[in-house]
């Protein structure tokens, strides 16, 4: 992190995740707190790759056309850390959305579930105070 001058978690691991979803990595996350995530660099000298680059790039298309992407729950209890809260209200925040299927009181689908933690953070300190 230090050599890309990444200094936020979520930003590392959001970069992460866009370069396996771009194709340019595979990353296999570890979910072990002592045990590395494992990440393999895509060789593209190999000419079956570029076969199907049209391939990658229709699914790349297809993504941005829909901007939500449902949040894994270590990318919000990250969210929650970085903001010095406890592991225990990023549960919470993830639980009742994924229960509602990522959708707000409107029924509408959300567009960023980080604005919808910093909605629910503010509230939960309204609430506690």
């Known amino acids: 992190m230090k050599l890309g ?3 936020s978690f979520g930003t590392y691991h959001r970069c992460i995740k866009e370069l396996h979803l771009a194709g340019f990595i595979v990353y ?3 979910y072990d707190a ?7 660099i895509i060789d593209f000298d190999d000419p079956e790759i570029f076969s199907n680059t ?6 790349l298309s297809i993504q941005k056309e829909n901007h939500f992407c449902i949040p894994e729950f270590y990318e919000v209890e990250l969210y929650f850390k ?3 809260l406890l592991s225990t209200q990023a ?3 993830y639980s009742f959305y ?5 959708k707000l009181s409107g029924g509408k689908l ?3 579930w980080q604005a919808a933690a910093r909605n629910w953070i503010a509230k939960e300190g309204r609430l506690g105070s």
């Not at 002592?34 to 393999?40: A, F, N, P």
């Open 110 to 112: 959300m567009n960023s």
């Open 91 to 93: 549960n919470k925040f």
């Open 54 to 59: 049209a391939l990658c790039e229709q699914e």
């Open 5 to 7: 001058k990444i200094k």
């Open 98 to 102: 994924n229960s509602r299927d990522w």
């Open 28 to 30: 296999s996350p570890s």
């Open 82 to 84: 970085e903001r010095d």
């Open 34 to 40: 002592y045990k590395g995530s494992l990440v393999e």
